[in-house]
């Protein structure tokens, strides 16, 4: 897709001034983040099991050639095939040879991150193949042509309305007249038509959240059921996974499993979790012919190499997002590519450029929830400031910016000097504001004043009164 | 695709800093030592095993129901069947377990993979898991994966010997199969959902609309 990160702030304007985004948002806020609490304060030692998949995830991230050998050997023994793709194109063009091969002319999708990374339905548009997104909010989405604003709840910026009218437009030509629908009217309608789809297409394709070495089996989570009306009732099933995906064995697989529903929904486990190992058996009554495996590097391997390998941990659970007050004012599109949040703002960075993604390594408050509920200890403010630090290297960062801190380095590398300029600077703006109390605008500061007031220093310095309390 | 191949592995391999891979041995020794060695906290309750896994089982919106013997199936369906006002017409998996039943003459049973617009569909569970209330489901001759997400109304059998405590008990079974890694593990803890619209859940998604579990023995 379009990357748009560049534009982050006005997009972020625009998001805070969309009235219909900010009233989805306020449902984001309490749902998904009392939930998460629930889950973990009834969980024995929550911590613990965080550590444990943070050792699993660095140890198979250690071992990363190793694994995945192993699973291409499973899956084959089991009768599938593994692709290899060193980025999205190639991920593309293969999985439309699959596709072509199988003379294929429908396909149903159950939700992908990376296909969305790699704009795989266009790709599979261009090849005249009709795509269907099958996951409740990737199908609105599609609908509505727009990314996913969420990893796990792809549509959760459309309100009720929009999706009666999408439906109103797709469904029934507009004959409803936009009426708004109720939420089960509208779950039935849409199980109906995806029903038709699921019967009708030749090629289903699935992501996966894990892909386990031990047996060759891919494993996807979800609630809706989708994942596996996709990966039994079409001729051929194909998986696209990144190569983090990973993990050695089911006994690790359980310990992410534990991690990663309690973290992204609050349910001890999502409805449905499925292993897929292979094609179907000779003496199978259902599931497809053929089975399928595309492992995708798409700059993964260069990440694994660098400093910030631990991104790599992610299960792509959704947590940080729910947490994080720059999300939850501004929701994902803003973000400007597939991934958001904190996650997004790390990970976008990795893959389409320091350059392309300026804003976003900044639009963070450097508050801590993130890291704090991250199912496997992703220390994800301390990525964001190193990509911070990383900017200003690379001269990326702004010049004003740039001279601003040269100036305040100075100073603070000079004690003395700097608590005189402050206790001046202080002592100055008190006699000019404390009867006011606070400055409506100041030069320089105008980024803070046009928000807000600034608090009027009340004479001295917190240094100065320090030294006062302390010799008393 | 060879190329592809050694590309993507290549660039992985010079991002560990080595040539080739590790050998097994390395690697297994590896995994003992950095995951094998702290066993995380499992979640932990005090009332049986079989008691837990039929709570899991309610907590996930799902409904249950025990018999003692197999030969009281029919009736624990028929309750079912008319709590639901349903006519008495369902798929069965072609199960050796329930290859001994009689159905009531009355009823419509058919066998093996169900039809697209199947109502009611009866599987029988490879094994419970106590721990969140989960089925296991098998795929093979015995248990067409069909049944279990095409029905609107989907029953599931589930001997009450074969409930384990955790998930790693339910592999240490799986792995004794000589068919293992069968086509395809579905873990089913209650009905489809979402919640994509407005945040609001609602039951029956895609899969079966409601689910109910009928412990056996």
């Not at chain 1, 305040?408 to 608590?419: E, K, S």
């Not at chain 2, 109304?153 to 000589?178: G, K, N, S």
Request: charged share 25%; with cysteine; net charge neutral.
């Amino acid at each position: 897709m379009e990357i748009t990160s560049q534009a982050f702030k006005s997009q972020a304007r625009g998001a805070l001034a969309d009235e219909q985004l900010q009233q989805a948002l306020t449902r984001l806020k309490t749902g998904f983040i009392d939930k998460r609490l629930d889950a973990v304060n009834r969980y024995p030692d929550f911590e613990a099991l965080r550590e444990q998949g943070a050792r699993i995830k660095d140890h198979t991230l250690a071992h990363l050639d190793s694994y995945l050998e192993r699973f291409e050997s499973r899956v084959t023994e089991a009768g599938g095939q593994v692709h290899w793709a060193p980025d999205g194109t190639s991920a593309c063009r293969t999985i439309v040879d699959i596709c072509r091969h199988a003379e294929a002319r429908r396909v149903t999708k159950s939700k992908t991150m990376a296909g969305e990374e790699i704009a795989l339905n266009q790709a599979l548009e261009a090849a005249d193949l009709e795509v269907v997104e099958t996951d409740l909010g990737e199908y609105i989405i599609q609908l509505a042509k727009e990314p996913p604003s969420h990893i796990i709840a792809p549509a959760v910026h459309k309100t009720r309305q929009q999706i009666s009218e999408l439906f109103d437009t797709y469904h029934h030509r507009g004959a409803l007249k936009a009426k708004l629908r109720e939420v089960s009217e509208l779950v039935t309608e849409a199980r109906k038509v995806l029903r038709e789809q699921f019967l009708s297409a030749d090629v289903g394709i699935t992501g996966a959240n894990f892909l386990v070495a031990e047996t060759g089996s891919v494993i996807t989570v979800t609630n809706e059921g989708n994942a596996e009306l996709t990966n039994t009732l079409p001729r051929v099933h194909i998986v696209i996974a990144g190569i983090e995906k990973v993990v050695p064995d089911l006994d690790d697989a359980d310990v992410l499993l534990r991690l990663l529903a309690r973290s992204a929904t609050g349910q001890a486990m999502s409805a449905y979790t499925t292993l897929s190992s292979g094609p179907r058996r000779p003496d199978d009554l259902d599931g497809p012919t053929e089975f399928h495996v595309v492992l995708m590097d798409n700059g993964r391997s260069k990440t694994l190499g660098g400093e910030f390998r631990q991104m790599l941990r992610c299960i792509r659970c959704g947590a940080c997002l729910n947490h994080c007050p720059v999300y939850g004012a501004i929701g994902g599109h803003a973000y400007g590519w597939v991934y958001s949040g904190p996650m997004g703002a790390v990970l976008t960075p990795l893959s389409v450029g320091l350059d392309k993604s300026l804003d976003l390594p900044n639009a963070c408050t450097l508050n801590g929830r993130c890291g704090a509920v991250c199912p496997v200890k992703i220390p994800l403010p301390d990525l964001l400031r190193d990509l911070r630090e990383r900017q200003y290297e690379q001269k990326l960062t702004p010049s004003a910016t740039r001279y601003g801190l040269s100036a305040w380095a100075f100073l603070a590398r000079r004690p003395r000097l700097y608590q005189w300029a402050t206790g001046l600077a202080a002592r100055a703006l008190s006699l000019v504001g404390a009867r006011r109390g606070a400055f409506r605008r100041l030069p320089l500061a105008g980024g803070w004043t046009s928000v807000r007031d600034f608090p009027a220093p009340q004479g001295r310095t917190f240094m100065q009164a320090w030294r006062r309390q302390g010799r008393r | 695709m060879d190329e592809q191949r050694s590309r993507v592995l290549d660039n992985v391999r010079k991002a560990l800093g080595r040539e080739q891979s590790l050998d097994a041995d390395s690697v297994r020794n590896a995994h003992a030592q950095d995951v094998e060695q702290t066993k995380p906290p499992r979640p932990l309750w005090g009332e049986p095993v079989r008691e837990h896994f039929l709570a899991g089982v309610r907590e996930a919106a799902a409904t249950s129901d025990e018999i003692a013997e197999l030969a009281a199936l029919p009736d624990a369906l028929a309750r079912f069947l008319d709590s639901h006002e349903l006519a008495r017409e369902l798929t069965v998996a072609p199960h050796p377990l329930l290859s001994g039943l009689t159905w009531p003459e009355s009823w419509t049973v058919t066998r093996g993979a169900p039809a697209h617009d199947a109502l009611v569909g009866l599987s029988v569970a490879y094994a419970g898991v106590a721990e969140t209330g989960t089925l296991a489901l098998y795929s093979g001759p015995q248990s067409p994966i069909t049944l279990n997400y095409l029905s609107d109304f989907h029953v599931v059998l589930v001997p009450a010997e074969r409930i384990v405590p955790y998930f790693e008990d339910l592999w240490q079974m799986t792995r004794q199969e000589p068919s293992f890694p069968p086509r395809a593990i579905n873990l089913i803890t209650g009905p489809s959902r979402t919640a994509d619209i407005e945040q609001t859940i609602q039951l029956g998604a895609h899969g079966p609309r409601k689910l109910h579990v009928i412990v056996v023995g």
